[in-house]
Nanobody, 124 residues
Framework: QVQLVESGGGLVQAGGSLRLSCAASGRTFTTYTMGWFRQAPGRDREFVAAIRWSSGTTYNADSVKGRFTISRDNAKNTVYLQMNSLKSEDTAVYCC?????????????????WGQGTQVTVSS
């Protein structure tokens, strides 16, 4: 059974940094695409970043380009989201996702598994 467990969220001032982790278990993830999505109160869940596990190819939403970096650690089966220069509009619950047939990384429907999420709050 696939499990995705996020950690690393918290309260940070605008301009600060956080690193989120997504510990993946239950499968060999080399054929998976891993994604980060976020959902703010009253808004739809939106794509943040994704990585193709085998190639390491990364994708970022325009809203986070130049500020957020997604990466993975093969030995630890963990995906990270390094978030720098945080803004108040980055406040949301951040969820990790995984799928093997992710053709468009920004589409939620392509991901089969989701974590519970971790809260990120940026104070201005």
């Amino acid at each position: 059974q696939v499990q995705l467990v996020e950690s690393g969220g918290g309260l940070v001032q605008a301009g600060g940094s956080l690193r989120l982790s997504c510990a993946a278990s239950g499968r060999t993830f080399t054929t998976y695409t891993m994604g980060w999505f976020r959902q703010a109160p009253g808004r739809d869940r939106e794509f943040v970043a994704a990585i193709r596990w085998s190639s390491g190819t990364t994708y970022n939403a325009d809203s986070v380009k130049g500020r957020f970096t997604i990466s993975r650690d093969n030995a630890k089966n963990t995906v990270y989201l390094q978030m720098n220069s945080l803004k108040s509009e980055d406040t949301a619950v951040y969820c990790c996702s995984a799928g093997t047939r992710v053709y468009s990384v920004a589409q939620r429907s392509g991901y089969d598994y989701w974590g519970q999420g971790t809260q990120v709050t940026v104070s201005s």
